[in-house]
Each structure stands twice: as C-alpha cells, then as structure tokens.
C-alpha cells in the first residue's frame, strides 16, 4: 500500500512537471515565430542548424539549467548566489540568474503582443471573419490590424491580464489539467492542417523548401538566429527552466524528461511549418512575409474549407493556450523575485511585474504604428527587444548556466545525479564543458 501510495505521488508529480516544462516550451514560438524565421532565413539550411542547435546545445543546456534548479530551490538569482557559495566560487555567478530574469521580463512585454494578435485573431475567426478571404484580403486585416494602437492596447491588455490573474491565483493545478487535454488536442489540429497542407499542390515544394538546404544560405547571422530561436523555443536562457526545476524529485531522469521536452517541441515546430508552407507556395505568397506570416496565411484555409469557422476558432483558441502557458512561466520568475526580495505579497508582486512588463509591451506595440519610425540601432521596439534577448542575453544566460554544470558542480554528485555509465558521463562531460559553450561562443562571436 505505501509503495503503491509513494509510485503514484511520484508519477503525479512528474506528470505535472512534465506538462508545466512542455506548455513553457511549446507556445508561440513554434507555430508562430518558427515557420517565419525560416522563410526570413532562407528556409532548410536554417532548420538544419536549428536542428543541430536543438540535439547538441539545448538538450543539454535543459539539463543544466534544471539541474541549477533542483539544487537551489529558490529564484534563479538566489539559486545561484547560493550554489556559487556552496561550491566555492565567485559571486559573479549570478549574473546568470539575473540576466535569466532580465530576459524574461523583456520576452514577456512583446510574447503578450503576440498573444494579444493570437486572442484577435480567435475573434475574427468566431465570428466568421476569415470566410471567403483571398490574399489581398487577408494581408488588408493584417495590416490594419497592426496600424490600430487602440485594439492592439485591448488585446495586448487582455492577454497580460490573463497571464497576471492565472500566476496571481496560482491555479496552476487546474491549468494543468487543461493542459493535458488541450495540448494533445493542439498536436491533433496541427496535424489535421498538415494533412490539409500535404493535399495541396503547394506540399512539395514547402517540403523541399524546408528538408532540402541549400548552405550557401548559411551566414553568421542565420546560425546565430537558429541558436537563438533554440533557446528561445526551448525556454533557455532566461531562468524558466531553473525555475521549474525546483519542482524536480529526486528520482526523475532528467535526461530522459530533457529528451521528451525537446522531441515534442521540434515536432509542433516541423508541424507548424509543415501546415503553413503549403498555403504560402500554392497562393503565391512571400515566406519572408515576416512576423505576420502566420496571421495572413491561415486566414486563407479556413476561410475556405467547410467547418472553417469551427476549426479556425479551434485553432486560434488552442494557439491562445498555448501562448499563456508560456507566458505564465515568463513571469513566474520576476514574481517570485519580488516576493522574496521585497515585502509583497503574491497578488501585489504579480500586478507590479505586469504592470511593467504590459508598459513595455505598449512602446512594443507602437512599433508597428505611431513609433514606426523610431529606430535604436538601427530596430524599432519589437525588434530590438526580440533581438536583444533572442541574439544576446538568452546565449549568455544559457551560457553561464551550462559553464556552471561543467566546471563548477562537484563531478561524482553530478554523475549520481544523471546515473550514467562512465561512458556515459565521459560524453555528457565533453557536451557540456567544451561542445556545448564553445558552440555558443562560436556563434556568438561570429556573429559580432
Ligand atoms: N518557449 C516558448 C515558445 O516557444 C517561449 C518562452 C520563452 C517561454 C522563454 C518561456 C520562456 O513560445
Ligand atoms: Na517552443
């Protein structure tokens, strides 16, 4: 009876987390910011990097970061003042913490503009907007949708007041449940659009655009874009990821659980484009549309097919939750900063990290309108808060993290910890010591 009592809690509690570190990962960087940054990169000699990035680099910097978290078991920057401390090393160390929260922080104000498209768009789509739309129409409502700060601000609020009210009820439990039928239910439409993809005369080429590279397309920049989006993708590189492993037991694989993350979100990623390319190719559309490529290409098939209306509310309404679950794991950490550092509550912290974080997301949103011509180095707002942490902040954080696990944590307790055979940790030593940070210094310094 206990043991039976002790195999389920654990089960749970594993099922729990997995969903928590699946619905952080899999969001709107892989339906909508995946199949765009391909068709701006040039297509399949990006996913091929990206691909690589993913298996070599952010495998096992997922690891690492939950590694980090299931030590510390507080915010990332007091995990790794503490862990700097218990190990005898610098306080530097936790810079990693504090970029981490920096990053998300700024990731949040323009992920809840994203949502706030997302939560427009499941508007439209109720209410039959999209039906009998060509492509002029559909770029039309795209773009008028960008030009109107007004209903941006409303979307934008209402998605950030989600988000704010699900971390300051914490009903994380019931979320959960959610997730575990919506999230399926997400990977079934997707594939019910690649099969409608796959019937039309646009597949073979989006096959081709997207499996067969051409890499005399890679540049520093396009890697450097595909190691960004890896870790943005994943949730890396911003204090997610130590976050939930705090909620890690003792027993769990991380290996294992790292490798069932990473394979689910690659698949809605490969699915995503897989549904969306067809469309650009077969109506004659541009792949490097850019940010709206999403918006002005799915518009197209819903409108058209019978139970559009349906399946297009499905679709934007799975699209929404799967954006709040990642951006619920965005403000996590900047709430719980501010609940250990200054003397607010849960509710208080909550309001003012999104309070912040919704101003921003204000000046991101003016971007595509008012502030259009506002440029700093050369971006507008959006750009630069994209560029800033997906190119910058979310490499070093990830960096520092995996650095940490190779040179800083006691060997033997980390061996223990992954039970590898000496074969085994004799690999994972060199990914995380040299393949993984000298992959990322390369690109990085490459890049500059
Ligand atoms: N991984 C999420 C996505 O792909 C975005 C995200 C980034 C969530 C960082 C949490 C932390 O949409
Ligand atoms: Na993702």
Not at 257 to 279: H, K, N
């Amino acid at each position: 009876m206990s043991a039976l009592k002790q195999g389920h809690g654990q089960w749970s509690s594993r099922m729990g987390f997995m969903l928590a570190a699946v619905g952080s990962a899999v969001g709107l960087g892989n339906i909508w910011k995946f199949p765009y940054m391909v068709g701006q990169s040039g297509g399949a000699a990006f996913v091929a990097v990206y691909l690589i990035c993913i298996a070599m680099i952010g495998l096992p910097i997922i690891v690492a970061e939950w590694m980090i978290g299931r030590r510390g078991q507080k915010n990332p920057i007091n995990t790794m003042a503490d862990l700097a401390a218990a190990n005898g090393r610098s306080k530097g160390w936790v810079m990693v913490g504090v970029s981490g929260t920096l990053a998300g922080f700024l990731i949040l104000s323009f992920y809840s503009v994203i949502g706030g498209w997302a939560l427009s768009y499941l508007i439209d789509a109720m209410s039959g907007g999209f039906t009998g739309m060509d492509k002029d129409a559909a770029g039309a409502a795209f773009s008028g949708m960008l030009g109107d700060p007004g209903s941006l601000t409303i979307w934008h609020t209402a998605f950030m007041a989600l988000t704010a009210g699900v971390v300051a009820m914490g009903v994380a439990g019931g979320l959960e449940r959610a997730s575990k039928i919506l999230m399926p239910a997400l990977g079934v439409l997707l594939a019910l659009m690649v099969g409608y993809g796959a019937a039309s005369d646009g597949f073979g080429r989006a096959l081709e655009y997207l499996f067969a590279p051409d890499f005399s397309k890679l540049t520093g920049e396009v890697v450097l874009a595909a190691l960004g989006h890896a870790f943005f993708t994943l949730s890396l590189g911003m204090g997610v990821m130590i976050a939930y492993g705090s909620y890690l037991g003792e027993k769990v694989d991380l290996l294992r659980a790292a490798r069932t993350v990473a394979i689910m979100d690659t698949v809605i990623a490969l699915g995503a484009g897989l549904a969306i390319f067809p469309i650009v190719f077969a109506n004659g559309l541009d792949p490097a549309a850019g940010p709206g490529l999403i918006f002005v290409t799915l518009p197209l098939v819903f409108g058209k097919i019978t139970g559009g209306v349906i399946l297009a509310g499905m679709f934007f309404l799975l699209l929404t939750f799967a954006a709040l679950t990642s951006a619920i794991s965005l403000l996590e950490p900047s709430v719980e900063l501010l609940q250990e550092r200054t003397p607010l509550g849960r509710v208080g912290a909550t309001l003012l990290a999104s309070a912040v974080i919704w101003a921003l997301g204000i000046a991101a949103l003016l971007s595509f309108n008012v502030w259009s011509d506002v440029l700093i180095f050369g971006n507008n707002i959006f750009d630069l808060l994209d560029k800033l942490t997906s190119k910058f902040l979310l490499p070093l954080t990830a960096l520092g993290a995996v650095l940490f696990v190779g040179w800083c944590l006691d060997r033997d307790s980390v061996r223990d910890e992954l039970n590898l055979s000496s074969g085994g940790f004799a690999l994972w030593n060199l990914v995380v010591r040299f393949v993984a940070p000298i992959g990322v210094l390369v690109v990085f310094v490459s890049s500059l």
